[in-house]
């Protein structure tokens, strides 16, 4: 059981939109867990493949919101504020998202919070270079952070169900959260994506007799596309200057 201040709140009924490698992932271990989880519909490939684990998909996201005691937004990064702008509710809802850079997304949830509608901003630091439904297991947050922002409206207490899912809850600030992660997983996927890009462009033909050790450092550079810029974009300021003190240190090796 959870509890938003005196309310209550079972989340037997989860709904989740956004069923890719996140959310999948989540909707695949809750629903082992016992817990109905609903989506709205769309065009997404991944909604037709998750059919078998899902309790319901409505037609709308007002539907949706009716329906379910707890809102997992896992859209890409760019469209999670648009999303939540959207949600009304006449019941206690808790809504929360899964995004990787949090700045003006905790800004917003705070604005948004009110009467029986609260959000609450969180990352799980877990993931892989793959993407979509068939890509999600119900073990990817095993032992991993899952880390929670909240902001001064907060009441929700999440750390539960997070648990359930096999993470572990850490909490911060959003300006901690966007510096550290900037620091040990954005860069790294910067650093994959330029090292690809270097050697497909200085010799491609040495890829014929790369390594392990080669492919585990670009394994990011063949990741989520749509992901990957929506990152660059929302936490550039931090990776440039990250990216400028790295290379700063990388010339003092030599």
């Known amino acids: 059981m959870e509890q938003i201040g ?10 989740i939109i956004g069923l890719g490698l996140i959310g999948g ?24 493949k998750a059919k078998p684990i899902l309790a319901g998909i409505f037609p709308t996201l007002n539907a949706l919101v009716k329906e379910v005691d ?26 929360i998202d899964v995004g990787s850079v949090k700045g003006d ?10 009467g029986n509608l609260e959000f609450l901003s969180t990352h799980p630091m877990a993931g892989t270079e793959k993407k979509g439904f068939d890509a999600a297991t119900p073990d990817l947050f095993e032992k991993a952070p899952w880390i929670i922002i909240p902001h001064k409206k907060n009441k929700a207490k999440i ?59 670009t394994r990011l550079a063949h990741g989520n596309e749509e992901l990957y810029k929506d990152i660059l974009k929302f936490n550039k300021a931090r ?16």
């Open 159 to 217: 750390e539960p169900l997070l648990r359930k899912l096999g993470a572990k809850p850490i909490t911060m600030n959003a300006k901690e959260h966007d510096e550290k992660v900037g620091l040990i997983s954005h860069l790294p996927m910067l650093l994959s994506i330029a090292l690809w890009d270097f050697v497909q462009k200085k010799d491609p033909k040495s890829m014929e007799i790369a390594g392990p050790s080669f492919r585990t450092m």
């Open 25 to 48: 992932s989540i909707a695949k271990k809750l629903q082992q867990k016992g817990y109905s989880i609903y989506t709205v519909k769309s065009k997404s490939a991944d909604i037709q």
């Open 239 to 254: 990776i440039k200057t990250l990216w400028a003190k790295f290379l700063i240190d990388l010339e003092s090796k030599f």
């Open 70 to 95: 707890l809102l997992i937004i896992a859209t890409p990064l760019s469209t999670i504020i648009s999303i939540a702008k959207k949600i009304k509710t006449d019941h206690p809802l808790l809504v």
């Open 105 to 114: 997304i905790v800004k917003e949830f705070e604005k948004l919070s009110g």
């Open 6 to 15: 005196a309310i209550v709140m079972a989340f037997q009924k989860i709904g």
